[in-house]
């Protein structure tokens, strides 16, 4: 029994696209960047149980007693009216889960799946939880077999990551600019933290992917192709994943910028592939 909990946005018990195979993912919620592209965009913030929401809810699942907000599942058309008008781009959908609670999930998805990726906001801004979980996870017999992956922003520390190590088959980060000062742009952060972090694991085996998002007029990949590339080169023989940003869901600024292109990432998948860089996984999909 393990009564470590987490504040989870959402569960998605088979998806196709966070990590190989089909897998049961697991949004925690909280993040510690604010990157301007965020598709979870109310996935960042922490619900301070303002009760702007619950006065706006159209089908009345949300109520507010007691200077708090409860959300009543049954009642929930998913609507996303809430999560459109939350101050602190939070969620009042969010669960405090244990890890039993989430164990149980997986059992009923295990037959079915190949492994569990926990996601965001930032996952390992919950780190206590995770290990907890993947430790559980390897230890159970029936379940073991699962690959427990992290889709990570990479701001986690090295001392993180080494309590991570032991229990997590791989970890899946973006590098959002090349350039402190674009990173800062994008993201509210620089990016030194998370250069280290991927050159760390990579290091260790543990980096499962790396991904580059192409936004066009914003990102700086193709103007740092040397230094990049030769970033990219010393991780070894590590997938890359070129993203296209599209615009559909997110807040703010970005709305206004226009969504990627092939003839966006073509060019800086080309200039890649010049410079060795041959692992490279295009998008699947542009909308
Ligand atoms: S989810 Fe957002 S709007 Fe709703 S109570 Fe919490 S902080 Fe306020
Ligand atoms: S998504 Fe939010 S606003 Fe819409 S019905 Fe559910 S609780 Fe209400």
């Not at 520390?157 to 973006?174: R, S």
């Not at 914003?218 to 296209?244: H, K, M």
Request: hydrophobic fraction near 40%.
């Amino acid at each position: 029994m393990s009564s470590r909990c987490a504040l989870v946005s959402k569960i998605i018990p088979f998806s196709c696209v966070d990590g190989p195979g089909s897998r049961l993912t697991l949004f925690l919620q909280g993040c510690n960047l604010r990157c301007k592209n965020c598709h979870n965009p109310w996935t960042m913030g922490r619900c301070n149980d303002c009760g702007v929401c619950a006065v706006h809810c159209p089908h009345d699942a949300l109520a507010f007693r007691d200077g708090r907000v409860f959300w009543q599942e049954a009642d929930c058309q998913l609507c996303d009216t809430c999560l459109k008008m939350c101050p602190q781009q939070a969620t009042p959908m969010a669960q405090t889960l244990s890890v039993d609670d989430v164990l149980k999930q997986i059992s009923r998805a295990a037959p079915f799946i190949e492994g569990i990726t926990v996601s965001g906001g930032e996952a390992t801004t919950q780190l206590p939880f995770i290990c907890e979980l993947f430790t559980t996870l390897k230890t159970t017999p029936a379940l073991r077999h699962l690959s427990c992956l992290v889709d990570s922003n990479g701001e986690l520390g090295i001392q993180g990551w080494e309590k991570l190590k032991p229990v997590c088959d791989g970890v899946m980060v973006d590098l959002k600019a090349w350039h402190e000062r674009t990173h800062l742009t994008l993201t509210g952060r620089g990016n030194g933290r998370i250069k280290h972090s991927i050159r760390w694991l990579a290091e260790h085996n543990l980096l499962a992917e790396l991904r580059l998002l192409v936004i066009p007029e914003q990102t700086d990949y193709l103007q740092a192709i040397e230094p990049l590339s030769e970033f990219i080169r010393a991780l070894g023989d590590v997938p890359l994943r070129l993203n296209a940003f599209q615009r559909h869901g997110v807040y703010g600024e970005a709305k206004e910028w226009r969504s990627a292109r092939p003839e966006d990432v073509e060019p800086l998948a080309a200039a890649l592939q010049n410079r060795g860089i041959t692992n490279i996984i295009l998008p699947a999909l542009y909308l």
